[in-house]
């Protein structure tokens, strides 16, 4: 497997464990989209990997999203939709992917990283997680999926109230919702992803 910087893979019992470790806040940002792509092509092209488990490395965060600082450092819209197409692109992956993906909220999951958990088959959450579509916060919507992905998980009015107020809300309250599959105490969301994959 190859060496990288913010993914980090390990294998047991036939489930890859994919944690993004980037940090405190397992930020979305250009090398790490690039690295989550290989490691995804790398394990749905293996025939000892059954299914795929989504963590966040660090104690606080899935993953908060963009990395803001490159986002200020985008001068123009191509580069805009570029960004946005690797999240897009990230998110398609997953959904079709032929293994089944869990994602194992551990902790925040907000803007790109709540739409990279959606895109996920199924997901567990820490029950005291914070969820939330913050990007109207920095007067943007979501770009990876999340508009298309959350109101088939919790319908149309409870994904426009989340898109367009920007609220946080807790694992527990998102499992009340159907946002995610169960919400779960802390130290048990990756061994229960692990043990339902």
Known sequence: MAERQYVKISIEDRVALLTLDYPPMN???????????DALDELLASDEVKAIVITGGGQYAFSTGADINEL???????????H????????????????????????????????????????????????GQTEITYAVIPGFGGTQRLPRLV?????????????????AEAAN?????????????VRTAMGLA
Request: glycine share 12%.
């Open 27 to 37: 930020f979305l940002n250009t090398a790490t989209f690039t690295e989550l792509n």
């Open 72 to 82: 200020v450092a985008i001068k123009s819209t191509e580069e805009s939709r570029e």
């Open 84 to 131: 946005m197409r690797r999240g897009q692109a990230i998110g398609k992956k997953i959904e079709g992917a032929k293994k089944p993906i869990i994602a194992a909220i551990n902790g925040y999951a907000f803007g790109g990283g709540l739409e990279l958990a959606m895109a996920c088959h199924l997901r567990i959450c820490n029950n005291r997680a914070q969820l």
């Open 155 to 171: 319908g149309k009015g409870r994904a426009l109230e989340l898109i367009l107020t920007g609220a946080r809300i807790s694992g």
């Open 177 to 189: 919702i159907g946002l995610v599959n169960k919400a779960v105490p802390a130290a048990e969301v």
